[in-house]
């Protein structure tokens, strides 16, 4: 009989042993199934950039899929953000655009300043990284004060690579990269709203506070090849008269002194909405040539999407501020369809501080990043990845890839639930 008890155990251990390792594969494979499906994701968002982001576009969040997209018997969605969350616990979906963020290797002091959760001193101390001397700015560290941490490194004193570089920056903890916003999914997590019980510490405001992480990028760009420099007097006629007739053409450089635009890198305007005041053009008219034209022959590096653009981000802008940002949403929000050119900010901001805007806003994005969230078979398997696509060069790129998967479960309640329910159903 203790014979017979013995071998009914061994037998029973060893069944439950079973019944582990074939839960622990069928995890496995469902992780691959996830994995597979953000791989297809990452192609689908390569094709819809191919094909809907030329020529700086943002493509339209209606005219590619977002949310649930069936792969086999996976599932992904893209993690997005917009400036109109209705329901700030549950996120939005689509791709991110690059240039609605401030770059780190382009911003000045006083616009890294005005961040959500900035320090003057990180602030100072971000200039210090990226600049190309050892002399520490006011409030900010250089190479001395780096040698003093465990362990010690030295200041970069060079172009920010990545935005997770920040973490190595004097004064940058996590509360001020992260903020509530503990998974970087940008909506209001359960754990982000119950005070001190569960990281991250928050106020318990039913309201996310997001830190800066989500404000910043270092991959914004726009290409100035192929196009029309209006400081050549001589390329600008000829790209005028494609659009306008002669004599309309010939108005419009009669605005400027003989000489002026001119070539030569004698330039006399600096950015385009200088150069469509000074031209006397109607909105209409500079919208038709805006994309043909550039104040320069090289790359710009750090534009911000007045479109896309964030209230936060706006309100860094000088001739912007926190008094013009919502003004600038609530036109974009009523005006969609006048949003052509950065003429548009002319109807919300005065001269002066439109001018004061111009060298730092464009109406063109050539990088986003697709977050990409995915399960597998039983809503098994869940898997995140971040990429960004850039799209400069033409053919759209993969310029950085992170896994995010640590961070985990990033798609809110609502899906959750709706997983868990067709599960049910099966």
Request: hydrophobic share 40%.
């Amino acid at each position: 009989m203790w014979v017979a008890f013995g071998l009914v155990a061994l037998a029973l251990y060893f069944a439950q042993s079973m019944t582990y390792e074939l839960r622990a594969s069928d995890n496995r494979a469902a992780s691959l199934e996830a994995e597979q499906a953000i791989e297809g994701a990452a192609r689908y968002v390569a094709y819809t950039l191919k094909t809907l982001g030329t020529n700086g576009a943002v493509p339209d969040l209606l005219s590619y899929q977002r949310e649930g997209i069936v792969v086999g018997t996976a599932q992904y969605w893209l993690i997005g953000r917009t400036a109109q969350q209705t329901t700030p616990t549950e996120p939005f979906f689509g791709l991110v655009d690059e240039a609605s963020k401030l770059n780190l290797n382009t911003a000045t002091l006083e616009m890294l300043e005005m961040l959500p959760r900035m320090t003057p001193e990180l602030a100072a101390a971000i200039i210090d990284w990226r600049d190309t001397d050892s002399t520490p700015s006011q409030g900010g560290a250089e190479s001395e004060t780096y040698q003093r941490l465990q362990p010690a490194y030295n200041c970069k004193n060079a172009p920010f690579e990545t935005v997770d570089e920040l973490r190595l920056v004097m004064g940058a903890d996590m509360d001020t990269l992260y903020g509530e916003d503990a998974n970087l999914n940008g909506i209001l997590d359960l754990n982000e709203n119950d005070g001190n019980i569960l990281p991250p510490f928050d106020n318990r405001d039913s309201r996310l506070d997001s830190g800066i992480l989500d404000f910043v990028t270092v991959y914004s760009r726009q290409p100035s090849d192929n196009r029309t420099n209006v400081n050549s007097r001589q390329d600008l006629s000829a790209a005028l008269q494609l659009k306008f007739s002669t004599t309309r053409a010939n108005e419009i450089l009669a605005k400027f002194p003989q000489g002026g635009p001119r070539g030569g890198g004698n330039a006399t305007m600096t950015n385009l909405l200088m150069f469509y005041y000074q031209s006397g053009m109607t909105v209409d008219e500079f919208n038709q040539v805006a994309t043909m034209l550039t104040v320069t022959n090289a790359p710009i590096e750090g534009l911000i999407n007045i479109n896309t653009a964030r209230a936060e981000v706006l309100a860094c802008i000088p001739g912007i501020g926190t008094d013009n940002a919502q003004s600038l949403i609530s036109y974009r929000q009523s005006s969609p369809d006048k949003l052509t050119s950065v003429a548009w900010v002319t109807e919300v901001l005065s001269r002066e501080n439109a001018l004061k805007a111009a060298p730092y806003i464009t109406t063109e994005s050539y990088q986003f990043t697709a977050d990409i969230a995915a399960v597998g078979h039983f809503s098994r398997g869940y898997c995140r990845v971040k990429y960004i696509f850039d799209t400069s060069e033409g053919t759209p790129k993969i310029r950085y890839r992170q896994d995010l998967t640590r961070l985990g479960w990033a798609l809110g309640a609502v899906t959750q639930q709706k997983l868990q329910l067709a599960k049910d159903l099966r």
